[in-house]
Structures are given as structure tokens and as C-alpha cells.
């Protein structure tokens, strides 16, 4: 019987005689053999990346997945398979309260994604965590500077709204002990926006009303505390003065 070249057989010599640098082929020949090297190798990377992927080994998975990224930005399902090793490297980072090198992993992953909820919503815990470390620490302009981060991703989060409103009456205490007022009302004024049942806020602001003589105003400030923490004993003193 007359022989028949397979062609699957053909290809895989055009592979083979890329692969060892023989490259006696017409250009199309080797244009072709070479682009079929680049995505066997990059399909072989993202099914070993993948499989580290689901145990766990997130690491790894990452090194295949960007090799594999890199032979072909085109395959959309190794773009999308290299974001979420990014996402849960991120997750279990931040499990350990490693919220800087979490927030580079969900960056990566918002770079390949940037409109993604999941990876978005990640990166803004990841800020929040930032941040509240900041604040315990009283290093209130960088703990400021982070919640700002995290409401840009999650505008309508309720939690970091609450610490935002928290640190920035936390920011206007340390201008009010200092006596800089219309700094310390500025920083009242913006954590009562975040949070309109922030009661220490409208008590502070009540009090530099107070002492600035704008007594109408001040009434009005601590008749909302009174209304959001009716035990702030010093706002009812206030009133009946």
C-alpha cells in the first residue's frame, strides 16, 4: 500500500526539528513549527500549574502559571487560572495577618482583572487590614491613607466606612489636645460622614462648638451623641448648661 504521512505526524516532526535548532525549514515552516513549541510548552505549564493549584502549593503554581503566561498572553484560560493562584496565595496570606505581601498578590491578580468583585473585594480587606495595624499604632496619616485604598475598591463596604470613621476621630482628638480646632473639626466633620452614629465624634465637635462660642451648633452635636450613645453623661451636662 502507498504510504500516507499523517498530519499529526508531520507536525510533530516540525516540533521536534524546531525544538533541536534544526532549522533548515522554510520560513513558514518554522514560523509554524515555532508557535506550536510555544503553546505545547505553555499548555504543559499551565496543566502542572493548575495541579499544584489544587493542593494548595499556590507557590509553585505561581512559577508554572507565569511561565506559562508568558509563552502565550493569549489563552485567556491561563490568564485566568494565573489571577486566581495570585487571589488564593493572597487569601492564605492574609489568613496569616500578612496583609503587605497579600496585597501584591491580589494586585497581580487585579492587574490581569481589574474589574473582577472578587479580587477587588480581596484587596480591600487586605488595605483594611493594613490599616487597622496602623491605627493601633497611632500612625494615623497611614492608617487614613489605607481605609481612603479600601473604600476606593469597596465604596459601599460598612466595616471600613466604621474604622475609617474611627481613625479620623482618633486623628482629630490629636489635633483637639493640641487645641487646633479647625483642624480637629475637619477630621470630626469627615468621620461623622463615614458614620452618622460615630457618637464620640459629635461629642468632640460639640465641644469645640462650645468652646468657640457657637453654642447653637454645639447643642445640636451633642443632642446626636446623646442620640447615639444616650450614657455620655458630659454631653447631657453640656445640654442642661
Known amino acids: 500500500m502507498p504510504r500516507v504521512d499523517q498530519p499529526r505526524n508531520w507536525v510533530l516532526g516540525l516540533f521536534v526539528r524546531a525544538h533541536r535548532g534544526v532549522f533548515s525549514l522554510h520560513p513558514c515552516q518554522r514560523h509554524l513549527a515555532i ?31 507565569e511561565q506559562a503566561y508568558f509563552l502565550n498572553k493569549e489563552a485567556e484560560t491561563i490568564k485566568k487560572n494565573l489571577a486566581i493562584a495570585y487571589n488564593n496565595y493572597g487569601v492564605s496570606l492574609l489568613k496569616e495577618e500578612k496583609a503587605g505581601v497579600a496585597l501584591e498578590k491580589f494586585n497581580k491578580a487585579r492587574d490581569l482583572f481589574p474589574d473582577d468583585d472578587g479580587f477587588r ?23 487614613e491613607n489605607y481605609f481612603y485604598s479600601a473604600l476606593r475598591l469597596q465604596p459601599d463596604e460598612q466595616a471600613i466606612r466604621k474604622n475609617l470613621s474611627v481613625c479620623l476621630t482618633n486623628y482629630g482628638v490629636e489635633f483637639y489636645d493640641k487645641k487646633q480646632y479647625t ?29 468657640t462660642q457657637q453654642l447653637q451648633k454645639a447643642l445640636i452635636c451633642f443632642e446626636h451623641a446623646l442620640q447615639n450613645d444616650p450614657n455620655l453623661d458630659y454631653a447631657k451636662e453640656r445640654i442642661e448648661a
Open 183 to 211: 483642624l480637629a473639626s475637619q477630621k470630626f466633620i469627615d468621620a461623622i460622614n463615614f458614620d452618622e452614629t460615630n457618637s464620640s465624634a459629635y461629642a468632640f465637635l460639640g465641644n469645640i462648638n462650645y468652646y
Open 121 to 143: 473585594s480581596n484587596a480591600a480587606k487586605a488595605y483594611n487590614q493594613l490599616a487597622i495595624k496602623a491605627l493601633e499604632e497611632k500612625n494615623f496619616v497611614v492608617a
Open 35 to 65: 508557535c506550536l513549541n510555544f503553546s505545547f510548552a505553555s499548555s504543559n505549564y499551565n496543566n502542572t500549574g493548575v495541579e499544584f493549584l489544587q493542593k494548595g502549593d499556590y507557590i509553585t503554581a505561581i512559577l508554572y502559571l
